[in-house]
Each structure stands twice: as structure tokens, then as C-alpha cells.
């Protein structure tokens, strides 16, 4: 299944509850804040659909597919960095 990397910013109220137990139902990783790792079904676009569905307002949403042997560095949250090892060095 392909692996993505999720971000998002609800605009104006910021009442991410429903998004976060959509993360969690999914089995997603925070690597920051608002930044998470997954892997589904996919495609990028109907991950888009499904999480834009839980905001209350307007929002930002980037889904993007990580790509096996990719390049990426980078300093954040433990269970993040461990799902990235975990996926992406095999």
C-alpha cells in the first residue's frame, strides 16, 4: 500500500478532534503537529476527500505519497521518525 505523508490547517475554528480519531482509526503517526504518516489504500485524492469530510470549516489539506528509497532528513516527533525507518529502509 502506498505511503503518505498528511498535513492540514481548519480554518477558522481549529477543532481537529474528528481528524484525529480518523488518524488514529487509521493507524497514522504524528511526525509534527499537524503532520502525519500513513499508510493506505489510497489514492491521494480520496485520503483528501475522506479527511477534508471531518473539518467543521474551510481547511488546508496536502496528502502526499512517499516514494520508496526517498531522500529525507529530518528532527521531529519519536513515533514519527520510527514509523519512517520502519517504511521507508526496507
Known amino acids: 500500500m502506498p505511503l503518505y505523508v498528511i498535513s492540514y490547517d481548519e480554518h477558522p475554528s481549529r477543532n481537529y478532534e474528528e481528524c484525529h480519531q480518523l488518524m488514529f482509526k487509521w493507524q497514522a503517526r504524528r511526525l509534527l503537529?499537524?503532520?502525519?504518516?500513513a499508510e493506505l489504500a489510497g489514492p491521494a485524492?480520496?485520503?483528501?476527500?475522506?479527511?477534508?469530510?471531518?473539518?467543521?470549516?474551510?481547511?488546508?489539506?496536502?496528502?502526499?505519497?512517499?516514494?520508496?528509497?526517498?531522500?529525507?532528513?529530518?528532527?521531529?516527533?519519536?513515533?514519527?521518525?520510527?514509523?519512517?525507518?520502519?517504511?521507508?529502509?526496507?
Do not use: C, Y
Open 45 to 90: 485524492e480520496a485520503v483528501r476527500r475522506i479527511l477534508q469530510a471531518t473539518f467543521r470549516g474551510s481547511g488546508s489539506i496536502a496528502v502526499l505519497e512517499l516514494l520508496p528509497n526517498a531522500d529525507w532528513s529530518i528532527e521531529a516527533r519519536k513515533e514519527g521518525m520510527e514509523w519512517l525507518h520502519a517504511h521507508m529502509n526496507s
Open 33 to 37: 503537529e499537524s503532520v502525519w504518516l
